[in-house]
């Protein structure tokens, strides 16, 4: 499915100093464990002098290396946030987009960080009754499916928070995909489909087979569960795909199994899409 599209990647330069950019970056995170290894060594001596009021050299040594372990802990520290930054964004530009462009090829990531329409869109599609917090979303993606209709798929974290002071706690909400299809279907037409555990639930005014088999398909490949809603017109996805698609420092740049359930993702929502809309609009 993806072979070909994975092939190309690996082969590209750019592929060659991602590699090497996440290696430098796991070699940091490396050492700076390391740092807080010999400051927590290094805590420990100094709390032991404190009741013996004594200090061999071993212990000043320690002392010394827990203090060049605190320097070195924080200037790594920056390094690794800046080049987490940097790594995030190849990430998505090198691996991702060849794969979202497979899907269609006008399809791209937006920096636009829009959040009160993420929120709005969340609150919209009638997935949760309760009020969200706090909303934190990776690169979205902006295109069309077809001629007039555009998508918008965020990957979001959101969560509530309940209590207030010190009895404060977070709940997390929902992590995974929300997208959006801005089309105009007629109020008139309704669709609720719940895909769980590999089974689909279709609540519809539309009797149409497509529809029940791309649903039950996407559930059978992905094992994903999911829930679709037409709300004001518009077609809403909840996918549950939690940091599966998601870049990971320590996992292998090119997963193919779990960039192929991205891929079947991204298709399912633009073919189900499109035939909701060729359905209604009829």
Known sequence: MLDEVLKNIENKSDFKKLEKQVNNLRKMIIIQFICLILIAISLISIIGNDTTLSMNTFDMILSVSGLLAILIFFLISKLINRNKARFKTNYYDIIMLPIIRK???????????????????????????????????????????????????????????????????????????????????????????????????????????????????????????????????????RIFSGNRFKEHIFKKLIDKHTLENYYLTLNFMQEISNEIIRITYN
């Open 103 to 237: 899907v269609n090829s006008n399809w791209t990531y937006s920096d636009e960080n829009n959040m009160p329409e993420i929120i709005r869109d969340f609150i919209v599609s009638g997935f949760y009754e309760s009020n969200i917090d706090e909303v934190f979303n990776e690169k979205s993606i902006r295109g069309k499916i077809n001629i007039d209709i555009n998508i918008i798929i965020h990957q979001i974290n959101s969560i509530d928070i309940i209590g207030y002071g010190q009895h404060t706690k977070l709940k997390n909400i929902f992590n995974g995909i929300l997208a959006v299809v801005e089309t105009n279907i007629d109020k008139k037409f309704n669709l609720s489909i719940e895909g769980n555990n590999g089974f689909v639930k279709i609540y519809s005014t539309l009797n149409d087979i497509k529809i029940k088999n791309l649903a039950e398909t996407f559930c059978k490949n992905t094992l994903l569960d999911f829930d679709l809603v037409i709300r004001n017109g518009k077609i809403y996805f």
